[in-house]
Protein backbone atom coordinates (compact mmCIF):
# COMPACT_ATOMS: atom_id res chain seq x y z
CA UNK A 1 0.00 0.00 0.00
CA UNK A 2 1.25 3.58 -0.96
CA UNK A 3 0.28 6.83 1.30
CA UNK A 4 0.97 9.94 0.67
CA UNK A 5 1.02 12.75 3.07
CA UNK A 6 0.24 16.76 2.07
CA UNK A 7 1.89 18.36 4.54
CA UNK A 8 1.11 22.66 4.94
CA UNK A 9 4.18 23.99 3.42
CA UNK A 10 4.74 25.71 0.54
CA UNK A 11 2.28 24.92 -1.93
CA UNK A 12 3.26 22.67 -4.90
CA UNK A 13 1.42 20.66 -7.28
CA UNK A 14 3.80 17.77 -7.68
CA UNK A 15 1.22 15.98 -5.75
CA UNK A 16 -0.99 15.57 -8.55
CA UNK A 17 1.50 12.79 -10.22
CA UNK A 18 0.76 10.60 -7.04
CA UNK A 19 -1.57 7.56 -7.45
CA UNK A 20 -1.48 6.80 -3.78
CA UNK A 21 -3.93 4.42 -1.75
CA UNK A 22 -4.54 6.52 0.69
CA UNK A 23 -4.05 10.04 0.83
CA UNK A 24 -3.90 12.18 4.01
CA UNK A 25 -3.99 15.59 4.68
CA UNK A 26 -2.00 17.28 7.47
CA UNK A 27 -4.20 20.20 8.86
CA UNK A 28 -3.60 23.19 6.92
CA UNK A 29 -2.20 20.64 3.94
CA UNK A 30 -5.95 20.30 3.07
CA UNK A 31 -6.24 24.15 1.81
CA UNK A 32 -3.43 22.34 -0.83
CA UNK A 33 -5.60 20.05 -1.82
CA UNK A 34 -8.91 21.70 -2.03
CA UNK A 35 -6.77 24.33 -4.28
CA UNK A 36 -6.16 21.32 -6.54
CA UNK A 37 -9.86 19.67 -6.10
CA UNK A 38 -8.26 16.56 -4.61
CA UNK A 39 -10.39 14.92 -2.17
CA UNK A 40 -8.25 13.18 0.74
CA UNK A 41 -8.89 10.11 3.14
CA UNK A 42 -8.01 12.00 6.00
CA UNK A 43 -7.49 14.99 7.23
CA UNK A 44 -5.36 15.04 10.88
CA UNK A 45 -3.64 17.91 13.36
CA UNK A 46 -5.13 20.48 15.62
CA UNK A 47 -6.81 22.02 12.81
CA UNK A 48 -5.61 25.69 13.42
CA UNK A 49 -4.82 26.05 9.90
CA UNK A 50 -7.17 24.64 7.93
CA UNK A 51 -9.83 27.50 6.31
CA UNK A 52 -13.21 27.33 7.55
CA UNK A 53 -14.68 26.91 4.68
CA UNK A 54 -12.02 24.00 3.09
CA UNK A 55 -13.42 22.47 6.16
CA UNK A 56 -16.90 22.55 6.22
CA UNK A 57 -16.29 21.37 2.13
CA UNK A 58 -14.36 18.28 3.64
CA UNK A 59 -17.24 17.13 5.94
CA UNK A 60 -19.25 16.91 3.48
CA UNK A 61 -17.13 14.73 1.06
CA UNK A 62 -17.17 11.92 3.67
CA UNK A 63 -13.55 12.96 4.35
CA UNK A 64 -12.73 11.30 8.09
CA UNK A 65 -11.58 14.55 9.89
CA UNK A 66 -9.51 13.65 13.34
CA UNK A 67 -9.07 16.79 15.62
CA UNK A 68 -5.53 15.85 17.26
CA UNK A 69 -4.61 18.71 19.99
CA UNK A 70 -1.18 17.19 20.91
CA UNK A 71 0.99 19.55 20.92
CA UNK A 72 3.88 17.42 21.42
CA UNK A 73 4.08 16.34 18.02
CA UNK A 74 3.74 18.13 14.64
CA UNK A 75 0.78 17.90 12.11
CA UNK A 76 3.23 15.86 10.18
CA UNK A 77 3.86 13.41 12.59
CA UNK A 78 0.35 12.81 13.38
CA UNK A 79 0.09 12.08 9.50
CA UNK A 80 2.93 9.71 9.35
CA UNK A 81 2.04 8.16 12.76
CA UNK A 82 -1.69 7.55 11.47
CA UNK A 83 0.02 6.53 8.07
CA UNK A 84 1.98 3.56 9.66
CA UNK A 85 -0.98 2.00 11.21
CA UNK A 86 -1.77 0.73 7.38
CA UNK A 87 1.14 -1.09 6.94
CA UNK A 88 2.24 0.58 3.94
CA UNK A 89 5.31 0.10 1.60
CA UNK A 90 5.39 3.87 0.87
CA UNK A 91 5.21 6.70 2.34
CA UNK A 92 5.39 10.22 0.67
CA UNK A 93 5.54 13.66 1.99
CA UNK A 94 4.12 16.58 -0.45
CA UNK A 95 4.50 20.23 -0.08
CA UNK A 96 7.02 19.79 2.48
CA UNK A 97 9.48 22.43 1.53
CA UNK A 98 9.26 25.43 0.88
CA UNK A 99 10.79 28.67 2.59
CA UNK A 100 10.55 27.79 5.57
CA UNK A 101 14.40 26.25 6.55
CA UNK A 102 13.31 24.99 9.98
CA UNK A 103 10.29 23.35 8.69
CA UNK A 104 12.12 21.55 6.34
CA UNK A 105 15.15 20.35 8.24
CA UNK A 106 12.20 19.36 11.00
CA UNK A 107 10.63 17.16 8.02
CA UNK A 108 13.79 15.57 7.28
CA UNK A 109 14.80 14.83 10.94
CA UNK A 110 10.73 13.28 11.06
CA UNK A 111 11.55 11.08 7.88
CA UNK A 112 15.02 10.17 9.19
CA UNK A 113 13.62 8.88 13.11
CA UNK A 114 10.87 7.53 11.34
CA UNK A 115 13.06 4.59 9.03
CA UNK A 116 14.86 4.27 12.08
CA UNK A 117 11.88 3.19 13.87
CA UNK A 118 10.23 1.21 11.76
CA UNK A 119 13.30 -0.15 9.91
CA UNK A 120 14.99 -1.26 12.44
CA UNK A 121 16.70 -4.43 10.87
CA UNK A 122 18.33 -2.97 7.79
CA UNK A 123 18.50 -6.20 5.16
CA UNK A 124 20.19 -6.89 1.93
CA UNK A 125 16.84 -7.28 0.22
CA UNK A 126 14.94 -4.30 -1.72
CA UNK A 127 12.01 -3.80 1.17
CA UNK A 128 10.71 -2.05 4.40
CA UNK A 129 8.53 1.19 4.06
CA UNK A 130 10.30 3.54 1.83
CA UNK A 131 9.95 7.16 3.26
CA UNK A 132 10.39 10.05 0.55
CA UNK A 133 10.01 13.62 -0.16
CA UNK A 134 8.61 14.87 -3.61
CA UNK A 135 8.45 18.67 -4.78
CA UNK A 136 8.69 20.20 -8.04
CA UNK A 137 12.89 19.96 -7.79
CA UNK A 138 14.20 16.99 -6.32
CA UNK A 139 12.40 13.64 -4.72
CA UNK A 140 14.37 13.18 -1.30
CA UNK A 141 14.84 9.56 -0.15
CA UNK A 142 15.87 8.52 3.61
CA UNK A 143 17.13 5.10 3.78
CA UNK A 144 18.18 2.54 6.23
CA UNK A 145 18.41 -0.01 3.61
CA UNK A 146 19.21 -1.37 0.09
CA UNK A 147 16.99 0.80 -2.53
CA UNK A 148 16.92 0.14 -5.93
CA UNK A 149 16.49 3.06 -8.18
CA UNK A 150 15.59 2.30 -12.19
CA UNK A 151 15.00 4.32 -15.17
CA UNK A 152 17.52 6.25 -13.77
CA UNK A 153 20.31 7.07 -16.18
CA UNK A 154 21.83 10.34 -16.83
CA UNK A 155 20.58 11.94 -13.58
CA UNK A 156 22.02 13.19 -10.76
CA UNK A 157 21.81 11.77 -7.02
CA UNK A 158 23.82 13.04 -4.28
CA UNK A 159 24.02 10.34 -1.25
CA UNK A 160 24.87 12.37 2.12
CA UNK A 161 24.87 10.15 4.69
CA UNK A 162 23.04 11.45 8.02
CA UNK A 163 24.72 9.67 10.22
CA UNK A 164 27.87 7.06 10.94
CA UNK A 165 27.36 4.43 8.02
CA UNK A 166 29.45 1.33 7.55
CA UNK A 167 29.55 -1.08 4.86
CA UNK A 168 27.97 1.97 2.12
CA UNK A 169 28.06 0.68 -1.20
CA UNK A 170 26.81 1.84 -4.96
CA UNK A 171 26.37 0.51 -8.36
CA UNK A 172 25.11 2.16 -11.73
CA UNK A 173 26.90 5.52 -10.57
CA UNK A 174 29.67 7.54 -12.40
CA UNK A 175 31.63 7.40 -8.88
CA UNK A 176 31.00 4.03 -7.02
CA UNK A 177 32.09 3.28 -3.64
CA UNK A 178 32.44 -0.32 -2.17
CA UNK A 179 31.81 -1.36 1.22
CA UNK A 180 32.85 2.37 2.49
CA UNK A 181 32.92 3.17 6.43
CA UNK A 182 32.35 6.85 6.77
CA UNK A 183 30.53 9.51 9.11
CA UNK A 184 28.23 12.14 8.80
CA UNK A 185 30.49 14.65 7.19
CA UNK A 186 31.38 12.40 3.92
CA UNK A 187 29.14 14.27 1.35
CA UNK A 188 28.96 12.00 -1.96
CA UNK A 189 27.28 15.25 -3.84
CA UNK A 190 26.50 15.40 -7.52
CA UNK A 191 27.38 11.76 -8.68
CA UNK A 192 25.51 10.32 -11.82
CA UNK A 193 24.06 7.52 -12.84
CA UNK A 194 25.46 6.00 -15.70
CA UNK A 195 23.25 2.65 -15.80
CA UNK A 196 19.64 2.36 -15.94
CA UNK A 197 19.35 0.87 -12.54
CA UNK A 198 21.46 1.99 -9.40
CA UNK A 199 21.62 0.23 -6.07
CA UNK A 200 22.85 1.56 -3.30
CA UNK A 201 22.69 -0.58 -0.08
CA UNK A 202 24.35 -0.16 3.23
CA UNK A 203 25.29 -2.75 6.36
CA UNK A 204 24.27 0.22 9.09
CA UNK A 205 23.44 3.75 9.38
CA UNK A 206 21.49 6.23 7.43
CA UNK A 207 21.78 8.33 4.33
CA UNK A 208 19.73 10.88 2.42
CA UNK A 209 19.44 10.25 -1.31
CA UNK A 210 18.72 13.20 -3.11
CA UNK A 211 17.27 13.34 -6.80
CA UNK A 212 17.09 16.92 -8.56
CA UNK A 213 14.76 17.42 -10.98
CA UNK A 214 16.16 18.31 -14.27
CA UNK A 215 14.32 21.49 -16.56
CA UNK A 216 13.36 18.82 -18.71
CA UNK A 217 11.68 16.26 -16.29
CA UNK A 218 9.97 19.21 -14.51
CA UNK A 219 6.46 18.40 -12.91
CA UNK A 220 5.03 21.42 -14.05
CA UNK A 221 5.68 20.17 -17.29
CA UNK A 222 3.83 17.03 -17.26
CA UNK A 223 6.68 14.96 -16.17
CA UNK A 224 6.50 11.45 -15.23
CA UNK A 225 9.59 11.58 -13.54
CA UNK A 226 8.39 10.47 -10.06
CA UNK A 227 6.53 7.05 -11.32
CA UNK A 228 9.86 6.60 -13.46
CA UNK A 229 12.32 7.27 -10.63
CA UNK A 230 11.75 4.28 -8.76
CA UNK A 231 10.93 0.96 -9.43
CA UNK A 232 7.48 0.68 -7.66
CA UNK A 233 6.70 4.60 -8.00
CA UNK A 234 3.65 6.12 -7.86
CA UNK A 235 0.92 7.16 -11.02
CA UNK A 236 -0.47 9.62 -11.53
CA UNK A 237 -3.70 11.19 -8.95
CA UNK A 238 -6.43 11.57 -11.37
CA UNK A 239 -6.21 7.54 -12.47
CA UNK A 240 -6.43 6.56 -8.76
CA UNK A 241 -9.35 4.34 -7.45
CA UNK A 242 -9.04 6.39 -4.05
CA UNK A 243 -7.68 10.20 -3.75
CA UNK A 244 -10.83 12.00 -5.60
CA UNK A 245 -10.35 14.97 -8.25
CA UNK A 246 -13.61 16.99 -8.36
Known amino acids: MKIGIIANGEFDDSVTECNSDILICADGGANHAHKMRIVPQYIIGDLDSIKSDVLEYYKHQDVKIIDDKDQSR?????????????????????????????HFLANIITLSRYVSENNSKPQTTDGGIRLRMVDKNSTIHIVNRLIKLTNIKGKTISVIPLEPVKGLSYTGLKWNVNNLDTESGWFGVSNLATEDICRIDMKSGKVMIIIPNTISDAILNNSTMHQNIISDDCDRTDESKNSRLV
Open 74 to 102: TDTELALSLALTFKPSQITLFCANGTRTD
